[in-house]
């Protein structure tokens, strides 16, 4: 079983930054991918950012160049950096990682972006 905890998001004006923190517990030691994704408002929950355990990312266009993932493997966090926000980045942002091809989801931090 793995647990996720959230932490970071918050109201920020367009153009501002927010960083995300997920802290995973239970067992991480065979945690492979851990990532983000965001649900807006009548929309599907989409991919963000990923991030694999040799430090290989994948990013979302939307937010190439804007986002940056990164994470300490001796603590098992995973953090997103977000930069040059816009009021389109408005949602629910949920960490996710996965552990022997299981995923497991953190209970979301909400991230509002006023224009």
């Known amino acids: 079983q793995v647990y996720l905890v959230e932490s970071g998001g918050g109201l920020v004006q367009a153009g501002g930054s927010l960083r995300l923190s997920c802290a995973a517990s239970?067992?991480?030691?065979?945690?492979?991918?851990m990532g983000w994704y965001r649900q807006a408002p009548g929309k599907q929950r989409e991919l963000v950012a990923s991030i694999a355990r040799d430090a290989s990312t994948n990013y979302a266009d939307s937010v190439k160049g804007r986002f940056t993932i990164s994470r300490d493997n001796s603590k098992m966090t995973v953090y997103l950096q977000m930069n040059s926000l816009l009021p389109e980045d408005t949602g629910v942002y949920y960490c996710?990682?996965?552990?022997?091809?299981?995923?497991?989801w953190g209970q979301g931090t909400q991230v509002t972006v006023s224009s």
């Open positions: 996710k990682a996965v552990y022997t091809a299981k995923a497991y």
């Open positions: 239970g067992n991480i030691f065979r945690i492979s991918v």
